[in-house]
């Protein structure tokens, strides 16, 4: 029988998630991507299931992750496990808050043609992507593969 979830293995979990970054933690263990939550500790968005199964080994007597199937994501088992430890748990979003300033860019791409606006393969929007992507890498933000897209940005 497993041991019960502490915080402080969430918390190696998380460590070890932080020192592998987010792909090679999820590829190290054999997960994807998290599609609706995401657990939320000091600003930072990490796969709420994968962090739970990794925890884990962190366990005293479990020595190993979970594997995917044996977990469930979701609220039924991940998010709950997570809660009831008092961690924030939120819904995931495939949007990047942008900035104000991104915000305006992308605004003003729109407001210049408001009878025609461009479409998402268009040059401007584009241009516009490749900017944000920019303003992006300058801030330190891992791009997944919808972060400031012309998809993501329309």
Do not use: C
Request: net charge negative.
């Amino acid at each position: 029988m497993r041991a019960s979830l502490t915080s402080e293995a969430v918390h190696h979990s998380i460590a070890e998630f932080n020192a592998l970054g987010r792909e090679a933690f999820l590829r190290t263990h054999g997960f994807g991507t998290a599609k609706d939550y995401m657990l939320l500790v000091d600003g930072k968005e990490y796969d709420s299931k994968a962090i739970v199964a990794v925890a884990h080994k962190y366990l005293a007597g479990d020595g190993r992750p979970l594997r995917h199937d044996e977990l469930s994501g979701g609220v039924a088992d991940a998010v709950r496990k997570l809660s009831d430890l008092n961690f924030q748990v939120v819904r995931h979003s495939d949007r990047v808050d942008w900035t104000w300033d991104e915000h305006v860019l992308a605004l003003e791409l729109y407001f210049l043609n408001p009878a025609s606006p461009p479409g998402k393969a268009s040059a401007e929007v584009l241009a516009l992507s490749q900017l944000l992507q920019h303003f992006g890498d300058r801030r330190g933000i891992e791009r997944g593969e919808t972060y400031v897209t012309p998809t993501a940005s329309t």
